[in-house]
């Protein structure tokens, strides 16, 4: 596991209230509760945050499970 996929995982830990060996890449929104629209957003401020770097609208709404978020997030963090 790298640095940010680490602090990525303490985000998504604290944010959804979810132990992190629980949390996996095909962790989707729409199948777990607690990652209803306010904890996306939540989430999404906290990577911001964290990683000094800014998701588009589109790239938000189509943050769909938590390898979706390692994807975009890789990719930003090498450009």
């Known amino acids: 596991m790298n640095d940010f996929e680490d602090k990525l995982l303490e985000i998504l830990s604290k944010v959804l209230l ?3 060996d629980k949390i ?3 962790l989707k929104r729409k199948d ?4 209803d629209s306010m904890a996306h957003l939540v989430i999404v401020s906290e990577i911001e945050n964290e990683f000094g770097m800014f998701f588009e609208d ?4 189509n943050l769909w499970t938590v ?3 390692k994807r975009v997030l890789a990719i930003k963090l090498t450009s």
């Not at 777990?32 to 990652?35: A, H, I, L, M, S």
């Not at 589109?58 to 709404?61: G, I, P």
């Open 24 to 26: 996996t890449d095909d």
């Open 67 to 69: 390898g979706d978020i």
């Open 58 to 61: 589109e790239e938000v709404v």
């Open 32 to 35: 777990f509760e607690p990652w």
């Open 18 to 20: 979810l132990d992190r």
